[in-house]
């Protein structure tokens, strides 16, 4: 998709419904309401508390920028002289200026002179004006500011993502990276006007995470919440069960041999005595990287600490977190938990968008419970794993109950 934007130039009115559609079906995909959901929410990375789906247009807008700034900025002296030159007669045609400097191309591109579009045509840098246009002038658009101005004697790219940002200037000197700076620009914008102009919308978002408002949930919120945690933990203790450590001793929520009363989800002794694994399961709410950072780190430091006397008696102690977001957000870090709990890199790959979609699914009914308190009856699952009614599965092998539960 990237190299067909590169290379052509579809109208602004056909992209703006493709990434529409787009928008409206990964929403529908997701079970998030279509009208009143942010779609901020799904063009933000996942490492942001996003989706990761890009729009296709700001796509598009943004790679033919980049396509055509590698060409006046060409090492090839032949095709720098020819867009450079193509360029001071179309800003010349429109703008009605004789001799176009550097300064009025620029302005030209940006905008910023008024323009007779008929003297010269559609051509190549009419849609230049239209990206400037499309990224930063219009109501929808995610960019404060977006320009072409002059630096050193050649044109660069100035953007600003928010009002009281910074301002940054992109030379030839970043040609190699430019699109993924273009797009880190975009992602900072779209994460400001999530997290501060769009606080109504985004409450869908939030109330599905916010697990504040589960325990003052009259509806029994705070009973979904642990479903969805608890679904978590039996897709990863079937995991375990047919690993490399399954003939490990493996204990599911309950309190280990020690002084404290703590009960990691998940104890493994190796056979030996001489290993234990602690593993704690946990669905953050997603707030950006730093949210799911801390979620990790938490774990780490709580049974760390609590279980530091095994060390005492030669034991070796590894505190594993599992960390997955409130919206099926994967930690990456998680993977290599699964790992060292015995599971094989090639089933983690095919569990992850298993486990991530049983999240979002849970998410979901907490959301409509919240909302509908009551009347609302879960809706049967169409992605994910589903774990036992009973809490049995935490005691019992797992593989002795698959035959009479609906899984």
């Known amino acids: 998709m990237s190299y067909m934007y590169a290379n052509s130039v579809p109208k602004l009115t056909e992209l703006k419904a493709f990434a529409n559609m787009t928008m409206r079906a990964v929403k529908m995909m997701h079970g998030i309401p279509v009208k009143g959901s942010p779609v901020e929410y799904v063009q933000l990375p996942v490492g942001k508390g996003g989706l990761g789906i890009a729009c296709p247009k700001i796509t598009a807008l943004i790679t033919y920028l980049v396509s055509m700034m590698k ?35 620029a302005e030209y591109l940006s905008n910023e002179k008024p323009v007779d579009k008929k003297a010269f045509g559609y051509n190549s840098f009419t849609r230049v004006r239209e990206v400037c246009r499309g990224l930063c002038g219009n109501k929808d658009s995610p960019l404060f500011k977006i320009k072409i101005v002059v630096k050193d004697g050649k044109l660069a790219i100035l953007t600003q993502a928010i009002k009281d940002g910074k301002e940054k200037i992109f030379t030839e000197e970043r040609v190699k990276n430019l699109q ?25 978002v939030r109330v599905i995470q916010q697990y504040s408002q589960c325990n003052n949930c009259k509806f029994g919120m705070a009973k979904k919440i642990m479903e969805r945690h608890d679904s978590v933990l039996y897709k990863v203790k079937k995991l375990i069960e047919s690993g490399s450590k399954k003939d490990w001793e493996l204990l599911i929520d309950e309190e280990p041999p020690g002084p404290n009363r703590l009960r990691p989800d998940i104890y493994m002794k190796s056979p030996d005595g001489k290993q234990i694994i602690l593993a704690d399961v946990t669905v953050p709410y997603e707030h950006g990287v730093e949210a799911m950072q801390r979620a990790w780190d938490r774990k780490v430091e709580k049974y760390t600490d609590a279980f530091a006397h095994l060390k005492v008696v030669g034991a070796s102690l590894s505190v594993l977190p599992i960390v ?8 990456k870090p998680t993977s290599k938990s699964l790992e060292q709990l015995g599971i094989e890199k090639g089933v983690i790959r095919r569990a992850i968008p298993e486990i991530c979609s049983t999240v979002l699914e849970q998410s979901k009914n907490c959301y409509w419970n919240h909302i509908y308190g ?31 539960s609906p899984i």
């Open 71 to 105: 060409k006046l900025w060409s090492k090839d002296r032949y095709i720098e002289k020819l867009f450079s030159e193509y360029l001071k007669k179309v800003a010349e045609a429109e703008t009605g200026i004789e001799d176009a400097t550097l300064e009025d191309m």
């Open 180 to 204: 993924a700076l273009l797009k880190a620009e975009v992602t900072t914008a779209l994460l400001h006007r999530f997290n501060t102009e769009k606080p109504v919308k985004s409450e869908v």
């Open 324 to 331: 997955v977001g409130t919206l099926g957000t994967w930690w």
């Open 374 to 404: 009551n009347e609302y009856t879960d809706i049967p699952q169409k992605f994910g794993d589903r774990k036992p009614d009973s809490t049995s599965w935490k005691k019992e092998k797992i593989v002795k109950i698959l035959s009479s």
